[in-house]
Nanobody, 122 residues
Framework: QVQLVESGGGLVQAGGSLRVSCAASGRTFSSYARGWFRQAPGKEREFVAV????????YYADSVKGRFTISGDNAKNMVYLQMNSLKPEDTAVYYC???????????????WGQGTQVTVSS
């Protein structure tokens, strides 16, 4: 059974940093796209970042470019999202996702974690 589990969320002041992690189990995701999405109350789930293991390519939403960094450890089936210079508008539940053909669209991912709350206070 495939399972994605996020951790590392919490409360941080604006300008601070936080790293969220996603542990995968049940299969090897070495050829999968691993994405991070977020959803704030009353808003749609939005793309944050994606990493492709095949070539280690990464892509980011414009709103987080230069502040967030996605990385992973293939051997451990882990993916991370380092978030720096956090803003109150980054407050959301952060979800990791995996799919062989995933990109910036949430509908393109088969596997999802349960989410971890990130709250940035002003």
């Amino acid at each position: 059974q495939v399972q994605l589990v996020e951790s590392g969320g919490g409360l941080v002041q604006a300008g601070g940093s936080l790293r969220v992690s996603c542990a995968a189990s049940g299969r090897t995701f070495s050829s999968y796209a691993r994405g991070w999405f977020r959803q704030a109350p009353g808003k749609e789930r939005e793309f944050v970042a994606v990493i492709y293991w095949s070539g280690s390519r990464t892509y980011y939403a414009d709103s987080v470019k230069g502040r967030f960094t996605i990385s992973g450890d293939n051997a451990k089936n882990m993916v991370y999202l380092q978030m720096n210079s956090l803003k109150p508008e980054d407050t959301a539940v952060y979800y990791c996702a995996a799919d062989p053909l995933g990109d910036y669209r949430a509908t393109g991912y088969r596997y999802w974690g349960q989410g971890t709350q990130v709250t940035v206070s002003s």
